[in-house]
């Protein structure tokens, strides 16, 4: 149990005090004391703490995590394209709110004869990321819409793959504060890949 007066971690540096950055910072100040870990979250509603204890016990006893079999068929190879300016759109979130984020540009790939587009986030290091929705969701899939990230984009070609689609945190536990897809990345088609959800949370 930490005591007041005792000095904790901020990203492996003990200290008594320090200037805390955010989740959604370059490089977010991670707290650690005792088998606590803490790092500050700005969300739509404020500010608070994420607090990870690893000795909960649902840490040991959460059902495991299923995934549909691996599908070639669902590893698509894709154009990017990036918009000269940055598109936003509004994208709903676990405490009831729409909150505007900006997209980057947007992937364009075919599917079991449809053209299909999502709109995406490039990260730093030319991956894309983002959160779709499709016909698998309610049913097999959580009801929410799940996150992807496809490899590096190489002069505008890159793979969609769904093999490698994942559940938001919001799957596994009522503390999270996660967005989900815009609507303008509703798929018309079900995406049998990646992960699965039981309904266990």
Known sequence: MWRAGTPVGVNGVETMTALLDADQED????ITTDNMRMVVVRRSKGVGIRLWDNTR????????????AVKEEYRL??????????????????????????MDGDVVFQLAGNTLKLLVTEEPDHRLYTQFKDLTNHKTTYPSSRYLYTNASKR??????????????????NYATCSFAPRENYLDVPIEAGEMFSGHH
Request: net charge positive; proline share 13%.
């Open 77 to 102: 190879p894709a154009t990017y394209t990036r918009y000269l300016t940055p598109k936003i759109v509004q994208m709903p979130d676990i405490l009831g709110a729409v909150i505007d984020e900006k």
């Open 156 to 173: 505008g070609k890159v793979f969609v793959d769904f093999n490698k689609a994942y559940n938001p945190p919001c799957a596994f536990t």
């Open 27 to 30: 490089v977010p100040s991670f």
């Open 57 to 68: 016990q649902e840490r040991h006893s959460f059902p495991p995590r299923s995934w549909y």
